[in-house]
């Protein structure tokens, strides 16, 4: 039985923490979910449950017609 992460999970771990480092900054345009879906070697409807993830936990905006975009990060109080 395979122990590694589920694939949406480990995705949507890896884009928050390229989010924390500044790897993806604020305002930066996401790829698409074709392209996720290419790059990460998984199904689209994956990434879009990865897109959800990040969007719930407020590390991403999408904008209809525009694309997702890394949010401006909130302060903390």
């Known amino acids: 039985m395979p122990t590694e992460k589920v694939d949406y999970r480990r995705i949507a771990t ?4 390229k989010i924390k480092s500044g790897e993806l900054a604020p305002g930066e345009k996401l790829p698409s979910t074709r392209q996720l879906a290419e790059q990460y070697g998984v ?18 905006e999408g904008h ?14």
């Open 43 to 60: 199904h689209i409807s994956t990434i879009n449950r990865v897109m959800t993830i990040l969007k719930d936990r407020a590390l991403v």
């Open 14 to 17: 890896e884009i928050t923490e």
């Open 64 to 77: 209809p017609g525009k694309g997702v975009y890394v949010a401006e990060p909130t302060q903390s109080s």
